[in-house]
């Protein structure tokens, strides 16, 4: 097997991070102490969605300032033995072709039954026309084509809130 492409795509991704770190004013701390563990620890590298094209639709809505929120299933953190996101945590979003676009940084997480999503949540995603029916249509058929547990209108969902810190 050929290493280079994911090589080449970890080198990116930790370039992204040095100069987004920087953007960001993140461990501004360091200028006064010296670097710390933290500064050498690349946060997780994800995209939105389940296809290229979601992912590139989803993140131009983050990019746009539209998009400040996003829903998995929970299941899918227990198959994949994933934690959830906490407050305070930065990730670095991917586009359709793996490449680093964006840092943001977790403010709110929850879990809630899919059927008790809220408007505000539904209007924080910013996708179609930001409304609950919208929401819930498109991810009922979302989590029916990709989830790991399927769907069901009691699922457990995760529900977080970011801000886009860079770009």
């Known amino acids: 097997m ?9 080198a990116e991704i930790e370039a992204f991070w040095i100069d987004a770190r920087i953007r960001a ?3 501004r701390i360091a ?3 010296g670097p710390s563990p933290a500064d050498s620890v690349v946060p997780p590298a994800w995209s939105f969605g389940a296809t290229p094209q979601q992912a590139d639709r989803l993140l131009d809505l983050v990019l746009d300032g539209v998009k ?6 929970l299941c899918d ?4 033995d994933d934690p959830l996101p906490e407050p305070g945590e ?3 979003v991917l586009d359709g072709a793996g490449h680093p676009r964006a840092l943001l940084a977790t403010t709110d997480v929850r879990v809630v039954p899919f059927d008790e999503v809220d408007a505000d949540h539904a209007a924080a ?12 249509r ?7 084509e990709h989830s790991s547990g399927g769907f069901d209108p009691r699922m457990p969902v995760v529900l977080e809130h970011f801000e886009r810190l860079v770009p």
Request: aromatic share 10%; no cysteine.
């Open 2 to 10: 050929n290493d280079e492409p994911m090589q080449g795509r970890d």
């Open 25 to 27: 004013g993140v461990n």
């Open 31 to 33: 200028v006064v102490t």
């Open 68 to 73: 400040t929120a996003t829903a998995s299933a």
């Open 77 to 80: 953190y227990e198959t994949d």
């Open 90 to 92: 930065l990730s670095i």
């Open 125 to 136: 995603e910013g996708e179609g026309d930001r409304t609950l029916a919208y929401w819930r």
């Open 138 to 144: 498109e991810h009922e058929r979302f989590f029916r």
